[in-house]
C-alpha cells in the first residue's frame, strides 16, 4: 500500500536566512580589513625626504614630509588618505560584494567606496616614476584567516 508524502519547501526562506547571514558576516569582514589598513600605514617614513612645500624664509620640519621604502604602505603626512579609506557591502542578485579601499569607478561616481583620494590608486599599484606602496591587497592578505573565520560562524561551521 502506498503512502502519500508531502514536501514543503522552504527554499526561499532559507535562501533568505542564509544571505542575511552573509551580508552581516561581510559587513564584519570588510570592517576587519579596513581597520586594519588604517592602523598600518607606516607611521614615520624611512625613505627619501621630500620638500613639500616651497615657501620663502627660513624652512620648518613641516615643510618636508620623508616617504616610505618602496614595498612598504604609505608613510602619513596629513592623514587624509587613511581617514579616506572606506568599505561598503552591497548585494546583487544572489551575490553579497564587499569593497574596501579604493574603487576608480566610485572614485569618480563620488559614492562612499574606496577612498575619495585620487592618488591612492597611484600607491597602492605605483606610476612609471614612483615604485607601489601598497596598503590595501597586504591587509587582505593578512587579515585572510580573520575573514575566513567570519564567515564559517556566520554559516555555522
Known amino acids: 500500500m502506498a503512502k502519500d508524502f508531502a514536501i514543503k519547501w522552504f527554499g526561499q526562506k532559507v535562501f533568505t536566512l542564509a544571505t542575511n547571514a552573509n551580508i552581516e558576516a561581510m559587513k564584519k569582514a570588510t570592517f576587519v580589513v579596513e581597520n586594519y589598513v588604517k592602523t598600518h ?3 614615520v617614513g ?18 618636508y614630509h620623508r616617504a616610505s621604502i618602496a614595498g612598504q604602505p604609505p608613510a602619513i603626512d596629513t592623514g587624509i588618505l ?14 553579497v560584494i564587499g569593497k574596501v579601499g579604493y ?4 572614485i569618480a561616481a563620488k559614492t562612499p567606496v574606496g577612498t575619495d583620494v585620487n592618488y591612492g590608486l597611484y600607491l597602492e599599484v605605483g606610476t612609471n616614476k614612483m615604485a607601489k606602496r ?3 591587497r597586504p591587509a587582505l592578505k593578512m587579515t585572510r584567516r580573520k575573514v575566513k ?8 561551521k
Open 41 to 43: 600605514f607606516t607611521k
Open 46 to 63: 624611512s625613505g627619501r625626504l621630500y620638500r613639500v612645500r616651497k615657501k620663502r624664509g627660513k624652512s620648518k620640519a613641516s615643510d
Open 82 to 95: 587613511r581617514a579616506s579609506v572606506m568599505s561598503d557591502v552591497s548585494v546583487k542578485t544572489v551575490n
Open 103 to 106: 574603487d576608480v569607478q566610485h
Open 134 to 136: 601598497p596598503f590595501l
Open 149 to 156: 573565520t567570519i564567515f564559517q560562524k556566520a554559516n555555522g
